[in-house]
């Protein structure tokens, strides 16, 4: 397999002694141990890299570190439950840099007193494989195996010959074998593929035996400890057999190889080679030390506007690391085929800007179920947008969880994250936009409501005969306070020569909008003044409401309007407001991207409760 890679073979080695008893394996260390100085004297590597916990391995590494040669170990800081166990920490012992694949095996080199500096997790290597793997034509891949000759001769080694259940083969190549892993309806034996590349799939397997006992596993994994017991392991076949799980991300995300080519190239070669051990106490939060070489938890954020189209990296912090802009187009075919390819891009630049990506929320105007990822009914702005499954294309493409929810639910949860809502039980968040919306905490937890249609407060009703809303009724707030309603509001004014004044102009080619009947009024347009003390008096009556409603500890204003209402909103609260809710505090949010950061804090707020 080396061979076929086309890699330049500088020196074979022989060193496995024949014979699968302890005495072949200790043999076959004290060979290698002869044959390797030669070797290595003469190669003069600048940094050795050793993968894994097999006993071969342990010759290398103890050969490399007694001649003062760099190593690099891949996978260290595993616990499987075997011998297996002690060669790989061995081999942590003798290594200079290591690069692991789970967050477990991450925090065990830590407590071994490894150099945090040193330390990259990656994810497994094999898993950059595994993820890609597109290969459609497997049942010719599974027809050619199961009728090898190779089978067949080891078969009849075997005595199993006659039983068409059976299939034995010595050796599959990779790329097959993927093919023959994903879809099988089950593995199993006690290999640590089970355990860690199968989950990739989905696969189910039975575990069998101790051996792997100690690894983290998927939830595909179902361990028969005592082996020999039968009626145990038909249980298990019963139980698991056709079965198909989600994929697990617990070993890697398909980005191992570019991280491990990035921490290669910051190794420093002329630093001393004398390992450093930081033994305890252990830092508290190790990754922000590392700040060069571990990368910073980040959400893929996407917010799906009427006009705009936006994708972000988002740290956990709430800094937008990099943001994307384009038009939102206007059929499903379009803009799903954009979205995808905006996330692609944007989580392949994550690796680049050092950026863990762990999963993608989205906020998109109209109707969310959040629990399936789907938009119900979508607002007008936004066409061909109903019944839209967001999460399945984009969890299949990406291979990581999705959420979605409303864009109103999302300024909410932006607000509890990193807003002034942080901390608080209750509150309340209004955004006053192109329409408008809101999203409601209560006890800490975002309200969807029984049909997920809670918090459309823009249809508020706040006058029997107001003019007609976007929804069908009339006299709603978003008919009222809307950038469209000022919008409309704003064209009557200058269709009759009212709305400009002295140190205004509208150039031909644009079209009249909310901000021009802003800046009229506050250049003296009594008129536009006017609109605007009415648009607030509305906005104002429906936060008295929710007041009345809700009775929360906070009211936060967000969106290109609110610092225009909230005067007018608090005067419309001191005079119509019960005396026990005047007290409530009403602010103009602070955040720029609520609903960038609402769509972050989905994935970052769930994802970080876990252990992984």
Not at 34 to 63: C, E, Q, W, Y
Not at 492 to 502: F, T, Y
Not at 556 to 568: E, K, P, Q, R, W
Request: net charge negative; glycine share 8%.
């Amino acid at each position: 397999m080396i061979e076929q890679d086309d890699f330049d073979i500088n020196t074979r080695l022989h060193t496995i002694v024949r014979g699968e008893d302890e005495a072949a394996m200790v043999e076959s260390v004290g060979l290698a141990l002869v044959k390797l100085p030669d070797v290595l004297n003469r190669l003069k590597p600048d940094i050795m890299i050793v993968h894994g916990d097999r006993f071969d391995a342990l010759a290398l590494a103890t050969s490399a570190a007694l001649m003062n040669i760099r190593i690099l170990h891949i996978e260290g800081g595993e616990v499987s439950g075997t011998i297996d166990d002690s060669i790989r920490h061995a081999i942590t012992k003798l290594a200079h840099y290591h690069v692991c694949c789970t967050r477990s095996a991450e925090q065990h080199l830590i407590s071994m007193c490894e150099d945090h500096d040193r330390i990259l997790l990656a994810g497994c290597p094999s898993y950059d494989k595994l993820l890609s793997a597109k290969n459609k034509d497997y049942m010719s891949i599974i027809r050619m195996w199961l009728g090898s000759k190779e089978m067949v001769r080891v078969m009849r080694k075997k005595g199993i010959e006659h039983h068409p259940n059976f299939r034995a083969v010595k050796h599959v190549p990779f790329d097959q074998f993927i093919q023959l892993v994903a879809h099988a309806g089950c593995m199993i034996g006690n290999s640590s593929c089970g355990v860690r590349e199968v989950g990739a799939f989905g696969t189910p397997v039975i575990n069998l035996g101790t051996r792997q006992i100690g690894r983290e596993t998927g939830e595909n994994v179902l361990h028969v400890r005592d082996a020999d017991t039968q009626d145990k392991i038909l249980q298990a076949l019963h139980l698991q057999f056709g079965k198909q799980y989600p994929c697990s991300k617990i070993y890697g995300d398909g980005n191992a190889v570019p991280r491990i080519l990035k921490f290669l190239k910051s190794i420093d070669l002329q630093e001393p080679l004398q390992k450093k051990f930081c033994f305890p106490p252990v830092k508290d939060n190790i990754s922000q030390d590392i700040d060069h070489i571990l990368e910073t938890l980040s959400a893929l954020a996407v917010d799906l506007g009427g006009t705009n189209l936006r994708v972000a990296i988002v740290s956990m912090k709430g800094e937008i690391v990099k943001k994307y802009t384009q038009f939102n187009p206007k059929t499903y075919e379009e803009r799903i085929n954009l979205i995808l390819q905006m996330c692609v891009e944007a989580a392949a630049e994550a690796v680049k800007l050092n950026c863990r990506i762990l999963g993608v929320g989205i906020s998109t105007g109209g109707r969310v179920n959040p629990r399936e990822g789907i938009v119900l009914h979508s607002t007008k702005l936004i066409q061909e947008w109903n019944s839209v499954d967001l999460r399945t294309p984009l969890s299949d493409t990406l291979h990581l969880p999705v959420w979605v929810d409303n864009d109103g639910n999302c300024a909410a949860l932006a607000e509890r994250k990193f807003g002034q809502g942080k901390g608080l039980e209750n509150f309340v968040t209004l955004i006053t936009g192109t329409g408008i919306g809101g999203g409601i905490i209560h006890q800490h937890e975002l309200i969807h409501g029984s049909s997920f249609c809670a918090a459309e407060l823009g249809h508020i009703v706040v006058s029997l005969d107001g003019p007609d809303c976007s929804c069908g009724s009339h006299g709603c707030i978003e008919a009222y306070a809307s950038g469209m309603a000022l919008q409309r509001e704003a064209k009557k004014l200058h269709d009759e020569d009212q709305l400009l004044v002295e140190g205004m102009s509208v150039p031909k080619d644009e079209a009249v909008g909310a901000l021009h009947l802003i800046q009229a009024a506050k250049l003296g347009n009594a008129k536009a003044q006017s609109i605007l003390r009415t648009a607030g008096t509305a906005l104002g009556l429906g936060v008295v409401n929710i007041l009345h409603t809700m009775n929360p500890s906070l009211v936060i204003l967000s969106g290109v309007l609110a610092s225009h209402y909230i005067h007018t909103v608090k005067d419309v609260i001191r005079q119509q407001a019960l005396s026990s809710v005047q007290d409530v505090d009403v602010v103009v949010s602070d955040l720029v991207e609520p609903a960038l950061l609402g769509a972050a804090s989905m994935v970052l707020d769930y994802t970080t409760r876990r252990i992984y």
